[in-house]
């Protein structure tokens, strides 16, 4: 292909990409530096695989593209709390609940697929994710869900590092940690629901776990690690996208493999690098 | 007469396995050092985590500051510091200035911001303790001595009246668990703080706390090293041998 970059920027459908990707790419990554962190990494497939069976009752209804996110937001987002409360009631340990809820929701989602018939291409297309097929109203909900997060997220910012680094010294500081935990899951469901259009289904734990694992290798502080998470999320869509264009490769594989990259270059730095200076 | 820092009268607490403490009465006043010792499971643990709520309390009634316990709110009046065996992920990537600051939340009302005198004050707390040297390191990256210090440092930030330390000292080797008694005895003095502190060594805390509660799920002693010296209950009980090496470092 012989475009040139300003010729694929003037393109609407990557435009869009661009500009969905990034604000999807940062809320994942910074909300992956507190879900690593606190061992809930999976979490983000968990709600994934409900999102699976949400999307096969939207398209059951005849709910496509940005409609189907008003039915997968709501059950995303109870699926999230169900996990929680499985966790505190249930005498479960996280990745337990995280398990049940899954197949709950993948479940749901083939039983579905299966009953329905029809519209099984449209379903499996989510398990992939396509970026570059994204809609003007589909940019528009992952703006203003993007402002709703990043609201939340500067709001609660301290209370969500004091639970990650010790939820003990957390409670007795005065913090209720129930409800920041309800805090965090709720906004990783929103964050999920997001990026399934961007990685799809499968590949969404991905984009919370690399950006975070990647920035502790070398982060020198707590803001620093969100910073660069955030940062590498950034770069590994906006790359990816330009990677998959020239190439022709899936967009939502090449961003994980540039996610990927990332992750064995800074393990490489700290490990020969930083390391090896303070040895 | 002041109002005492702890109180609890026939305090319970039970576990599924059964009860852990039973019939605990006793009160604190401000400026005490107690010690708490007993065996294992004696329910030293329960006690202080009933007092800040971390564990239910099944009968009876606690207070702090006279208030009930379950009303308890004023967490910027406490620092409190628990077992640090499993106390800090070795990669979590915050510096030791991050994580003294966590220590002021409690005095901050949502949203909780820290302010630049929020950082002038953990600079200081940290001079105070002469770990200033350390306030950019990683906590991950400090010995197990360096990183209770730091955590010393995060109770303290906020100019708590009570400290409560819970086995603060189990990961350390005997020469650093010294220095931290002798570090928390002076604090205790220096700045009359109220000290509650779990720990296994009786001997140790003879040099250092004012009085001893003796738990085994009921209160077996409480009270001044004096007294526990004089008393033949616990010649009978601890054997006239450990009675004396405890009274001895007294």
New interface residues.
Partial sequence: MNLNLLEILSYGFIQRALLAGTLIAVLCSVLGVFLVLRRMSLIGDGLAHVTFGSTAIALALKLYSAASLLVSLPIVLLASLGILKLTEKARLSGDAAIGIVSSLGISAGIILASVGGGYNVDLLSYLFGNILSISSEEVAIAIGLFCVVMVLLALYFQDLFAITFNEELAKVSGIRTNTINAVLVLLTALSVVLAMKLVGIMLISSLLILPAASALQLARSFKGCVAMAAIQGCCSVVSGIFISFYTNLPTSATVMMVNFAFFGSAYLIRRFLISGNNN | MPSPVVRTEKLCCSYRVGRVLEDVSITIEAGDYVGIVGPNGSGKSTLVQAL???VPISEGSASIFDVPCGRF?G??R?G?L?QSLH?V?P?????VA??VG??L??Q?R?????KRQDRQKVLETLESLGICDLR?K?IGELSGGQQQRVLLA?ALVNEPELLILDEPTAALDPETRERFYALIGEINRSRGVTVLLVTHDSGAIGQHATKMLYLDKRVLFYGSFEEFCCSKDMSEMFGTHSQHIICHRH
């Fill in positions: 800040i709520g971390l709110a967490w910027g406490i409190y628990p106390l992920n990669v979590f990537p915050a510096t991050e994580v966590l220590g939340l409690s901050k949502f949203p909780r911001k820290l950019e990683l995060r």
